[in-house]
């Protein structure tokens, strides 16, 4: 069955949604982070599915997911733009970075130009972030055997391998095969009209059928 944007879109949101949330949105509820999940979701969907470089979607959408969980692990207050620090959080590369995916000025300037925290942020970043990478891909891809390995060394310095180059490429080659597991069993899952058998739905983690309508 070909991939589908709904059936990448609800992956990408179970993923998100399912991770072992950050220590600091332990108050978070259920239904507000699958909300959360959700919004994120559509916006790396949104990047993934333009094929930035030419790179397949599930590529980008993997790259994505594992740059936001290393660098932020999906913390509110590193989305709302590091305004809100919580005691013993980290600063956002004392407040030079800004997002999920923790960009600097020079990859995104357009970032810095806008509210911070903000939906259309948000998807400012998703789409600089990809692109980054997508480029960093391509220009890197020969810095080592692997061409994942060579992508995450070009997105943090000059195709220079650091400490958890390797790891990172791991974590993007497990993630997109969840990727690809998740969206394939959707459609059991994801209807037009909206969400069928709850016992298949706490096989996703969503909590309910009204939380999984978010993911929709």
């Known amino acids: 069955m070909p991939l589908t944007l709904q059936a990448l879109r609800f992956a990408v949101a179970t993923i998100i949604n399912s991770a072992a949330p950050h220590w600091s949105d332990a108050d978070e509820a259920p239904a507000a982070r699958a909300a959360r999940a959700s919004h994120i979701a559509e916006d790396i969907t949104a990047v993934a599915w333009s094929r930035p470089g030419r790179m397949e979607p599930v590529e980008v959408a993997a790259a994505l997911l594992t740059i936001g969980q290393r660098e932020s692990h999906w913390a509110r207050y590193v989305g709302a733009g590091c305004v809100d620090v919580p005691k013993g959080g980290s600063t956002c590369s004392g407040w030079r970075a800004l997002s999920y995916w923790q960009l600097e000025r020079v990859a995104c300037p357009a970032l810095w130009d806008l509210p911070r925290g903000t939906r259309e942020a948000q998807q400012v970043a998703a789409r600089c972030a990809g692109r980054h990478w ?83």
């Open 134 to 216: 997508v480029a960093a891909y391509w220009r890197c891809r020969s810095a080592d055997p692997s061409p994942l390995v060579g992508a995450y060394a070009g997105y943090r310095s000059m195709c220079t391998l650091v400490a958890d180059t390797r790891s990172r490429a791991a974590q993007h080659r497990r993630t997109r095969d969840r990727l690809w597991s998740v969206a394939r069993r959707a459609p059991l899952v994801v209807l037009e009209e909206g969400v069928e058998h709850l016992s298949q739905l706490q096989r996703w983690h969503v909590p309910d059928v009204s939380v999984a309508q978010q993911l929709l």
